[in-house]
Nanobody, 126 residues
Framework: VQLQASGGGLVQAGGSLRLSCAASVRSLSNFGLAWFRQAPGKEREFVSAISWSGVTTYYADSVKGRFTISRDNNKNTVYLQMNSLNAGDTAAYYC????????????????????WGQGTLVTVSS
């Protein structure tokens, strides 16, 4: 499985971006999916996840109410809509996929994921 993230860029504080992550797989419907990010000089952190069914979503407290994760299994793509961006959101964003074995809060753990995309850089100017 190969994941290709896109949609990053430079945006002013308060603005919005939508990240996309396309998977080269026959069907993404059985995979749990997530976004993580890593800011310069910091460790990678969880941002958001969505269960394989799409029923359950998880968000880091820092993005709750501002970011929305969604998936389109017909397009084998997961999205991250990011609104009300601030300087603290500046980071490289990585999408990840796991083989549907992880339940619940395990989707927040990077060790749960089997496949990773390359990062897409988001820079928020203040």
């Amino acid at each position: 499985v190969q994941l290709q993230a896109s949609g990053g860029g430079l945006v002013q504080a308060g603005g919005s971006l939508r990240l996309s992550c396309a998977a080269s797989v026959r069907s993404l419907s059985n995979f749990g999916l997530a976004w993580f990010r890593q800011a310069p000089g910091k460790e990678r952190e969880f941002v958001s996840a969505i269960s394989w069914s799409g029923v359950t979503t998880y968000y880091a407290d820092s993005v709750k109410g501002r970011f929305t994760i969604s998936r389109d299994n017909n397009k084998n793509t997961v999205y991250l809509q990011m609104n009300s961006l601030n300087a603290g959101d500046t980071a490289a964003y990585y999408c990840a996929a796991e083989n549907g074995r992880t339940l619940g809060w395990g989707l927040r753990e990077s060790d749960s994921y089997d496949y990773w995309g390359q990062g897409t850089l988001v820079t928020v100017s203040s």
